[in-house]
């Protein structure tokens, strides 16, 4: 006759062990692991059957993601953003953002996203494009003035409500004694543009320097003489800041991952990047992108590194004791979730690798709660969400 023992209280899963007697906790707080268990949820020792689903559309979108701002609920449908209504799942359609898994971050009480065709903010009445896009290089017509002999320099960037874009490529003009420049302005302006603002240096060249504001449906501007110049660019040297996977929030800066770079939003100008230093280089392709307070969290084909620092160029690669995580499995923790890992109070993160769920810390530590009871998870990539406490993800 086989030995009995009572299998409650329940202390999860394990598949790793390999002998039965691992499977079994003693001592002051005895409890039992089990081999696996389906459809159900284990919760303070005990087992309860999980909810059932049920199919609510025929509509197919993907990318789901709820807002906590306001508790709207987003998605993609095929190549479009849109805001689904779920009370009947209808939905209003936002911005053209490219067949291309999104990723949805709050940005300064916007929700944000990052498609195909760039990163799209949404204020709750319309969508936009994030960037500007770069400056137009303006067109000279040189005439007569009282402006003294030299050449001049002029470039411009377009205005969005105040909001100033990346600077255009620097035209210059050879002007006689006594000349004027007119400045030819577009005839179609970029969508959601409200202005332009024109910069030039003087005679002897030198630093360029605000001429002023005008309207981008005016057809241009006359310069017969020296104008009482303004400030200079805010983003001379900049380009629009690219989109890219895993869109995320760090040390005030917009962060993006093409391949196996990571690209940085300037500093509280998250619409510009400085293609000369706002990245960082990867060993291998990038499989998630998650920061805490020392830094950020990125995953690889076969590890987990983390980036400690507080700026692009200072970012300093250690690597961590990981197995390969799951791409797209990250997810910031809520209070509730990390206070179970002993991180209540601090900012933490986690992912799913092969040994389980593994916890990212504030100060860039890791913890794997479940390494030595866990094995075989894998999947080309998956989506996790917290809920009531509880990590589920979705793995494909």
């Not at 490529?169 to 332009?196: C, H």
């Not at 300037?266 to 280089?281: E, G, L, N």
């Not at 499995?329 to 986690?350: C, K, P, W, Y």
């Amino acid at each position: 006759m086989s030995k009995q023992f009572k299998i409650y209280p329940l202390a999860g899963i394990d598949n790793a062990s390999t002998r039965d007697d691992a499977l079994q906790v003693r001592g002051d707080a005895p409890a039992t692991y089990v081999r696996d268990a389906v459809n159900v949820d284990i919760d303070e020792g005990r087992a309860s059957m999980r909810p059932g689903r049920r199919q609510v559309c025929n509509t197919p979108y993907t990318d789901l993601w709820r807002s906590s701002l306001h508790g709207d609920l987003f998605g993609r449908l095929g190549g479009s953003w849109v805001r689904i209504n779920p009370q009947d799942w209808g939905f209003e359609l936002l911005a053209d953002v490219g067949e291309q898994q999104l990723h949805h971050i709050i940005l300064n009480n916007l929700v944000a996203v990052a498609g195909a065709n760039g990163i799209f903010t949404f204020n709750g009445q319309s969508a936009q494009p994030l960037a500007l896009p770069g400056g137009w290089a303006p067109m000279l017509t040189v005439g007569a003035g009282s402006l003294p002999a030299g050449q001049y320099g002029f470039a411009s960037a377009w205005l969005r409500d105040g909001q100033e874009g990346s600077l255009s490529p620097l035209v210059t003009a050879q002007v006689p004694d006594n000349g004027a420049v007119s400045v030819g302005f577009p005839a179609i302006a970029p969508d959601g543009v409200t202005g332009i603002r024109l910069f030039m240096t003087r005679h002897q060249g030198g630093q360029l320097l605000r001429v002023g504001d005008f309207d981008h449906r005016l057809p241009g501007t006359l310069i017969p003489a020296m104008p009482q110049l303004g400030a200079a660019p805010l983003f001379e040297h900049m380009h629009p800041m690219p989109s890219g996977q895993y869109l995320a929030m760090w040390q005030g800066r917009l962060v993006v991952a093409q391949g196996r770079t990571l690209r940085f939003s300037q500093a509280m100008a998250y619409h510009v990047h400085d293609r000369r230093y706002d990245f960082v280089d990867m060993p291998q392709r990038i499989t998630f992108v998650a920061p805490v307070g020392a830094g950020i969290f990125v995953g690889q084909v076969d590890n987990v590194v983390f980036l400690s620092g507080q700026e692009p160029k200072g970012l300093t690669l250690n690597q961590r004791a990981t197995l390969p995580p799951v791409p797209g499995s990250a997810i910031a923790l809520d209070s509730q979730t990390a206070r179970q890992f002993g991180e209540g109070g601090r900012g933490a993160v986690a992912w799913l690798a092969g040994n389980g769920f593994v916890l990212g810390t504030d100060d860039g530590t890791i913890i794997q709660p479940q390494a030595n009871r866990i094995s075989g998870v894998a999947g080309s990539k998956a989506v996790t969400v917290a809920n009531q406490g509880r990590l589920v993800s979705a793995v494909i």
